[in-house]
């Protein structure tokens, strides 16, 4: 059975750091594509950062040189590093993982930046 389980997530002021962990089971974890999405009430989930099985990443651009995906195969764990955080960056963070035409979703963490 296929299992992404998010971590990392919480309260934090403006301007400060956290950093969401994703740890994947039941799957070839260095085979998948692997996302960070966002959600927040009334609207669609988006894309924040991905990283390929080769390691090339790409990002949104309101997160651009703020946040810094990763991750560990030997861990099967994806990481999200996020750095000076503004309330616009709370949301509801998930995991994906996709394969060919599997995708993947972990259950979510709640990011809330507030003072």
């Known amino acids: 059975q296929v299992q992404l389980v998010e971590s990392g997530g919480g309260l934090v002021q403006p301007g400060g750091s956290l950093r969401l962990s994703c740890v994947g089971s039941?799957?070839?974890?260095?085979?998948?594509?692997m996302g960070w999405y966002r959600q927040t009430p009334g609207n669609q989930r988006e894309l924040v950062a991905r990283i390929t099985s080769g390691g090339n990443t790409n990002y949104v651009d309101a997160v651009k040189d703020r946040f810094t995906i990763s991750r560990d195969n030997a861990k099967n764990t994806v990481y999200l590093q996020m750095n000076s955080l503004v309330p616009e960056d709370t949301a509801v963070y998930y995991c994906?993982?996709?394969?060919?035409?599997?995708?993947?979703w972990g259950q979510g963490t709640q990011v809330t930046v507030s003072s």
């Open positions: 994906k993982a996709a394969f060919s035409v599997l995708n993947y």
């Open positions: 039941g799957v070839r974890f260095s085979i998948f594509d």
